[in-house]
């Protein structure tokens, strides 16, 4: 049911399209888990899927900057919510 994990830069809070036929088609609480905790917000519906209401939130408590590169895993997708298991893998070059 899981896709393969993919990375995602910071600050470019879309998702990637190939990941997107796993998720609801409607917009959606979300869950990210990271370093022991979890920050809610919401995922949108639409073609362009992005993360609001709360990923501002999450990247200023975790004082992630653009070159933060994540790691992020889909741990569920139900029409009421979907979650995420998120891991730090560094900084990217670009």
């Known amino acids: 049911m899981n896709p393969e994990p993919y990375l995602?830069?910071?600050f470019l809070q879309f998702l990637p399209k190939s990941i997107c036929g796993y998720l609801p088609p409607i917009s959606v609480k979300t869950m990210l888990r990271y370093n022991g905790k979890e920050w809610a917000m919401t995922l949108t519906s639409g073609v362009r899927r992005r993360l609001v209401n709360g990923w501002k939130q999450f990247v200023v408590d975790n004082n992630l900057k653009k070159r933060n590169v994540?790691?992020?895993?889909?741990?569920?997708?139900?029409?009421?919510?979907?979650?995420?298991?998120?891991?730090?893998?560094?900084?990217?070059?670009?």
Do not use: D, P
């Not at 992020?72 to 998120?86: K, N, P, W, Y």
């Open 70 to 94: 994540l790691h992020f895993e889909l741990v569920q997708a139900t029409s009421g919510v979907v979650i995420f298991s998120v891991e730090e893998l560094g900084l990217t070059n670009a």
């Open 8 to 10: 995602y830069i910071m």
